[in-house]
C-alpha cells in the first residue's frame, strides 16, 4: 500500500513536471515570435568550449578592462566561465526570457562582474562593447548583423555559434562540433567604411550643389532672359517695321 502510494505520488509529480515544460516550451516558443528568435537551448559540447576559448584567447591578451556580452545569454553558460575566470573584466547577458534569466542570476550569485538584463538584444546599446558572443537562429543572422554593423566600435569582436551574421567583416570561420557533428564559429569585427562609397557621397553632393542655382547664377540668368526679351522685342518691331 505504502510503495504504491509513492508510486502514485511520483507518477503525479513526473506528469506535473511533463506539464510545466510543455506549457514553458509553448510560451517560449511564442515569446520568440513562432520560430523568428531562437528558444531557449544551452550551448553545449565541443563548440561551447570552442566558443568560451575563442573569447578566453581575446580576453587574456587584453590591456584594458573589457566589456564582454553574449545576446540572449540564457542562464549563462557562456558568460560564467568566463565572468569567474577574468574579475577584471566587465560581463553583461542579455535575455528576455524569465526562466533562463532567473537561473543564470541564481548561479551568478557572489560574483561582482556579471550582469543579467532583461531585455530585447535588438533594441540594446552596444558602441562600448569590446567583445560580443552570440548564438542565434540563421535568419536573425542577418537583421543582428546590420545592428551590430551600425553600432558596434572599430575595434570590437563578435563571435558567432553555429550561424553566420550578415553585414560584418569576417576575421574567420573555427571548425568546431557537436558531438561528433561539424559546426562552426564565425568570427567578425566593424566592416571598413569603404573609400569608394564616401568619394562617391561627396561627387552626389556636388553634383547636388550644381544642381542648384546660386543666387548669382539666378540674378545674372534672370538680366540675360529680360536682355533677350528685349532684344526679342526690337527684333519683333524691326520685323513689324520690315
Ligand atoms: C540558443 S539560446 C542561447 C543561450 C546562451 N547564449 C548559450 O549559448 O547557452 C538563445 C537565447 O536567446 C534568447 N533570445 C532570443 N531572442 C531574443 C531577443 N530578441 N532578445 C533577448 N533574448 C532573446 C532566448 O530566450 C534564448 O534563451
Redesign the pocket.
Known sequence: MCCNGIIVILALLIGFAAILYLLYQTY?YI???CG?????????GKI?ED?IEEARVILKKAKHKMKVT??????????LPLAKEFPEHEFI?????IV??TMGKIKAAGLKNITFIK?????QDYRDMDLI?????KV?GEPLGKILAENIKENCVVIS?MFPLGHLEEIKQIDSSIYGVPEKIFVYRKPKAEKGNSKKGSTEKKKTVKSQPTKTEKAVKSKMTSKTVKKNAKGGKNVKKK
Open positions: 517560449s515569446k520568440c515570435g523568428k528568435y531562437g528558444p531557449f537551448v544551452s550551448s553545449y561551447k566558443m553574449d545576446l540572449g545569454c540564457g542562464s549563462g553558460t557562456l558568460l547577458g542579455y535575455e528576455w526570457d533562463p534569466l531585455g530585447d538584444y535588438m533594441k558572443m552570440c548564438y542565434v537562429l536573425t555559434e
